[in-house]
């Protein structure tokens, strides 16, 4: 495979006396679409903030060199103080025919002349996006783009995204919960739980038993209508422990 | 000054960091003490502790104690310490009030020319760098993401607040220097639409206020850096009562 546009090595995050990431390896090729799913509290988002440079960590983290990133980060504060169209948003970080450009192509054109502050939660999780590709970036990184977004949304945004990375042959770098969609459109999936429990084809990970382990059998059912045994279980800290016989 | 603390109080307003800029003028007070002690200018001493504090505080914070406890934390410290700096030394003691709530008939010729000198400075950089404060304004952790440069705007945007308040610790005193960063600003905002608006629009009601001010301590003989904010505070009065009223005649319209 070609050289990856970005590559964490062995990165590791202690805070508080524990660790949230241990020794984790991921990497993003070009036009590839990585998903990172695990519960809550698994280190997704620390993962990304660190991959992006956003928080101090152990490891190594590799950039294409010149690498160009578009990131839409899980929380976007819109503070009611500040007066700000979306045209005048994305100015800020693109060439204004660029921007409307992206905001046509996300399919939300008309919300060009509004205020931030009155977008929809889901016409802003396509703003942002729009923000991102506007640029043109060589990766793309989302966090949970989908807050705010309705069921019927959630599976055109991710579409969408397939879509982006087809046109612009960006490589994507994702974090979700929502393992249906993701198992739609992802190329390879990365199960997350501080360690990297298992990865790759989203098929292959739903049969692995360390993502039956996380997610319970009944998700994993679900979504591959199969089970089986798995060497390891997980503590309520996030370790693992090897399953007791019987 | 007035003019120049507008466009930065947007910022500090839309961060939502008043309460730094309020612990920055504290550690000011100390600063004007300290330079007082080693007799250096009291105005690079004061600019010279804010920059330290406020580079130093916007990193504070930790996984148990919030950031804002712990600027409070430190901002308090600089106050106390300030003041008791202040108090100690006989040639100024007579002068406390002047730092706490600013004494600007007590301004020299050159103070003032020095003052606003450092004022049209922070507005021109301020102009200047205004694409890059205002995206890491609005974006946060984007800008820095996407090598932006959120880091060094962050740093550049903390020593401008800096500056002002320092040089405003002479004006309005160290208690009320945040009222003019944040009070022109809150006026101007419902009759903004965009930043750049808002901007401007703050810095015209910071330039109305002190001379407003300044007419209403010579006509009561009150003093005249609490005058001028009172003035600011006036100028917010009337903006929201505006904005209520034209959205009362929208309605019937």
């Given at each position: 495979m070609s050289e990856p546009l970005i590559a964490a090595n062995q990165v590791s995050v202690y805070a508080g006396g524990t660790h949230?990431?241990?020794?984790v390896s991921v990497a993003v090729h070009p036009r590839e679409i990585v998903t990172l799913i695990g519960p809550n509290g698994s280190g997704k988002t620390t993962l990304l903030k660190a991959i992006l440079g956003l928080m101090p960590a152990q490891g190594e983290i590799k950039r294409r060199p010149g690498l160009k990133i578009g990131y839409v980060p899980q929380q976007f504060d819109r503070d009611p103080s500040l007066p700000m169209a979306v045209a005048g948003f994305l100015a800020l970080f693109a060439p204004a025919c660029a921007a409307k450009a992206a905001l046509a192509r996300v399919g939300v054109?008309?919300?060009?002349?509004?205020?931030?502050?009155?977008?929809s939660g889901g016409e802003l999780a396509r703003v942002l996006l729009a923000r991102a590709i506007a640029g043109r970036p060589d990766l793309l990184v989302l966090d949970e783009?989908?807050?705010?977004?309705d069921v019927s949304g959630e599976a055109a945004l991710y579409h969408l995204i397939a879509e982006i990375r087809d046109e612009f042959g960006c490589g994507v770098l994702l974090v979700s919960h929502d393992l249906h969609v993701v198992m739609a459109q992802a190329d390879r999936v990365v199960c997350l739980n501080?360690?990297?429990?298992c990865e790759g084809d989203a098929h292959a990970v739903v049969r692995d038993p360390a993502f039956v382990a996380l997610f319970g059998a009944r998700a994993a059912g679900e979504l591959a209508l199969y089970a089986h045994h798995h060497d390891h279980a997980h503590a309520p800290s996030g370790e693992t422990e090897p399953v007791r016989n019987g | 000054m007035g003019a120049a603390a507008g466009p930065i109080g947007c910022f500090v307003l839309w961060r939502r960091m008043a309460y730094l800029g309020e612990s920055v003028a504290h550690m000011g007070l100390l600063g004007a003490g300290l330079g007082l002690l080693i007799g250096i200018n009291v105005l690079v001493g004061t600019a010279a502790l804010a920059i330290v504090a406020a580079l130093v505080m916007a990193r504070a914070g930790d996984r148990i104690i919030p950031a804002g406890t712990f600027v409070g934390i430190v901002g308090h410290m600089g106050l106390a310490l300030g003041f008791i700096l202040l108090a100690t030394m006989e040639t100024v003691r007579a002068d406390l009030l002047g730092y706490l709530f600013?004494?600007?008939?007590?301004?020299?010729a050159s103070d003032v020319a020095v003052i606003a000198a450092a004022s049209l400075g922070v507005l021109a950089v301020t102009a200047l760098l205004w694409r890059p404060l205002l995206r890491a304004a609005v974006g946060g952790d984007i800008a820095t993401a996407e090598g932006h440069g959120g880091r060094w705007v962050q740093a550049a945007f903390l020593v401008l607040v800096a500056l002002l308040v320092a040089f405003g610790l002479k004006v309005v005193g160290a208690l009320l220097i945040v009222a003019l960063l944040i009070i022109p600003p809150a006026a101007a905002r419902p009759f903004a639409r965009t930043p750049e608006a808002m901007a401007v629009i703050a810095a015209a009601a910071g330039a109305l206020a002190a001379p407003l001010g300044l007419a209403a301590a010579y006509a009561t003989?009150?003093?005249a850096g609490p005058c001028i904010v009172l003035a600011a505070g006036a100028i917010f009065a009337a903006s929201a009562l505006g904005s209520q009223l034209g959205r009362i005649f929208a309605k019937f319209r």
């Open positions: 949230i990431l241990d020794r054109a008309q919300v060009n002349n509004r205020q931030l502050g009155a977008l783009p989908m807050a705010g977004v501080r360690h990297v429990c | 600013g004494d600007v008939l007590a301004l020299s003989d009150a003093p």
